[in-house]
């Protein structure tokens, strides 16, 4: 098997032998000749002037000798241990984290970064000593954890008591936004918005057509933005992607939202939903009024004729308003032209996929934004996308237009200022459909400083809702994976090829029935997963595997970093959120600064403090969703409508 040790460590052995024998030698010359100390230096330089010349003594020789075996020792050594020219089968091994020159070659820390596990080891007094392992590129990570592992615990909740950036965090129970938003607001200063639009405690309203997103850019720039949303909402079944219903739906789509960011300068997606059914008499000039209108019977004058469809009088008017871009022209008079069972089709699909946007309160939570993307790079903001679990079918469009839209944004500018990178802690995010932007993220964050993390509860989960194809772009681009215990023998067989052979020696023996003192062994190597299925499906519960991108035959052994299990972080999910937070806090920021200044101490200082304050049953205990009742949100909720005036809405 190939020699482990690399040139520095053999160049230490070297020096160290050849110090052995400037030790070995006087020794000895002491010893056999017994001279005086003063005399010591003299006689071991005149018997190595006098080698070979025939007046030595035997014993001189011998002397010599040890002053140099231990270097000859040491060649020796070296020989046996080269390489041997026997096939390899891989070289894969678990990572040495005691070297401090792995860590940095790995792009790892172990005080600053995304937490992705833990050392643990046991002092003396019986403590724990935790040392965390953390990833310092701004390079994303997937986490597969099956339920019940603890990723929520040693992963999203970590991270957002130790990350003091910009946050979006997404939150199906809710568990997130309950424990660590009032900690980050308090210690790390961060304005806390909550995305919910079913809930009464909605705090963040976002438009992806609102004047201050749209109002600078030219038709181009609008149409890109109107198809790219659109392409997010309007997502057909596998192999019906193309279904003529779904793609003329989705050109209304774009058609009504170009209209009306055209025409005043922004829209939403809740005018764009009601866009076909809207009332457009007031839109009317006078050569096309009229065209809605009758002769009274009696007085003789113009009035409204309420049988007239008022939505197709408008688009034959926009077919002829030169004052929009012809690509707007040639759809208003396309769709004026279809046959109305045609356009009831059209309507319908539309209405399909549309409708979640006409409930009034999501109507409400799209009619404009409470924050700027570049506010998330600027400020400190943390976004939860609380969501439940019932609902996600619903709001998936949303929530994958709200994702997709940050992205496309943020990843128009480069960014390189560890102060401004932006975390996502994507948690269950396949559940809301996919988001092809998204897969795109990984190979370019590392330039805009959005650090996305994935988390999933298998590789069959991303399979099933991406796609094969796009289960490999995802593991291939992303820079750490986080693996925990698996429950899917497919799984573990991917986890367990990805890392890897190792080589070993196999000896073979054979001897004949009647030879008892002769044999023959025979050494030849072998391929041998480092990492078997089986060992990954029986994985104890408190350990993980951690993989880094170009050093996957390098995986890292480490322990579930449970955050309940850090004392800096005792009753930090208890803090409570200040919602109505506004310019009266400003007299806080350097309190609270300083504090969060103390917190990270504490933090970092832990290595030598930590021990495990509760027992593995607290996992259990200690990140359950706390519910709260209909009741009790109700009896919430005009306090929550009276607080929310303290937010800046822009």
């Given amino acids: 098997m190939k020699n482990k040790m690399n040139a520095k460590k053999w160049l230490v052995m070297f020096l160290y032998a050849f110090a052995m024998g400037l030790i070995l030698y006087p020794l000895l010359v002491k010893l056999t000749f017994k001279p005086d100390f003063s005399e010591l230096f003299k006689v071991c330089m005149m018997i190595l002037s006098n080698l070979g010349s025939g007046t030595l003594k035997f014993k001189a020789y011998i002397c010599v000798f040890f002053l140099f075996f231990p270097l000859i020792a040491c060649i020796a050594y070296w020989a046996l241990h080269t390489s041997k020219k026997m096939e390899q089968y891989g070289n894969a091994e678990f990572a040495d984290l005691s070297d401090e020159e792995t860590w940095a070659k790995m792009n790892l820390s172990k005080d600053k970064g995304l937490m992705l596990g833990c050392l643990v080891e046991k002092t003396l007094s019986g403590k724990e000593k935790r040392t965390f392992i953390r990833a310092t590129q701004p ?94 909402i309007f997502v057909g079944e596998k192999g019906k992607e193309t279904d003529h219903w779904l793609v003329s739906a989705k050109t209304l789509f774009t058609f009504l939202s170009l209209y009306f960011m055209e025409r005043n300068n922004h829209t939403d997606l809740a005018q764009i939903a009601q866009g076909h059914k809207m009332d457009y008499y007031d839109y009317l000039d006078d050569k096309f009024v009229r065209e809605a209108q009758k002769q009274d019977e009696d007085t003789g004058k113009m009035e409204r004729n309420y049988d007239i469809d008022t939505f197709k009088v408008w688009l034959k008017q926009t077919s ?55 506010d998330l790079r600027e400020k400190k ?59 795109e993220a990984p190979a370019l964050c590392r330039s805009y400083g959005l650090i996305p993390v994935y988390i999933t509860q298998s590789y069959e989960q991303i399979k099933k809702y991406y796609g094969d194809d796009d289960q490999k772009i995802i593991k291939a681009n992303v820079g750490y994976q986080v693996v ?28 004949g029935n009647l030879d008892f003192f002769k044999r023959n062994d025979s050494v030849s190597n072998e391929g041998y997963k480092l990492i078997t299925p089986q060992d990954i499906m029986s994985n104890p519960s408190d350990q993980i595997y951690i993989l880094i991108g170009g050093y996957f035959n390098r995986p890292i052994k480490a322990k579930v970093n449970f955050w309940f299990k850090n004392p800096a972080w005792q009753g930090a999910d208890k803090i409570p959120l200040i919602v109505n937070f ?38 259990d205990t200690s990140s359950p969703n706390e519910e709260v009742s209909d009741d009790e949100t109700k009896n919430q909720s005009d306090n929550a409508q009276t607080n929310f005036s303290g937010f800046k809405v822009r």
């Fill in 320 to 374: 002829n308003d030169k004052n929009f871009d012809e690509y707007i022209r040639n759809q208003a008079r396309q769709f004026n032209s279809t046959p109305d069972s045609e356009f009831g089709s059209i309507k319908s699909t539309f209405d399909t996929y549309m409708k979640i946007f006409a409930n009034p309160q999501v109507a409400k939570s799209v009619k404009s934004m409470s924050f700027n993307y570049e």
């Fill in 139 to 232: 390079l994303s990570c997937l986490v597969v954890a099956p339920p019940g592992t603890g990723k929520t615990a040693s992963i999203a909740l970590p991270n957002l008591f130790s990350i003091e950036n910009s946050c979006v965090v997404l939150d199906i129970k809710g568990e997130l936004y309950q424990k660590t938003a009032g900690y980050r607001q308090k210690y790390f200063n961060n304005e806390i918005q909550r995305f919910s639009p079913f809930s009464e405690d909605n705090t963040m309203f976002f438009n992806p057509f609102d004047k201050s997103v749209v109002e600078q850019m030219n038709f181009v720039q609008r149409m890109k933005l109107a198809e790219q949303i659109a392409a997010t």
């Fill in 484 to 511: 925990f215990r698996m429950n899917s023998p497919e799984d573990a067989k991917i986890l367990s090829d990805t890392i890897g052979d190792l080589t070993r020696e196999k000896v073979s023996q054979s001897k």
């Fill in 582 to 619: 506004g310019e009266e806090k400003d007299d806080e920021n350097t309190s609270n600064e300083n504090t969060a200044q103390d917190s990270n101490e504490n933090l970092t200082a832990q290595d030598d403090t930590n021990n495990e304050t509760s027992d593995e049953s607290k996992a």
């Fill in 381 to 439: 903001i943390t976004l939860y996308v609380v969501i439940d679990s019932n609902d996600i079918e619903i709001l998936a469009p949303l929530v994958r237009i709200f994702i997709e839209s940050i992205f496309k944004y943020l990843m128009t500018t480069e960014n390189s200022n560890p102060d401004k990178f932006i975390y996502f802690i994507l948690d269950e995010f396949v559940r809301f459909g996919k988001m092809p932007y998204l897969l």
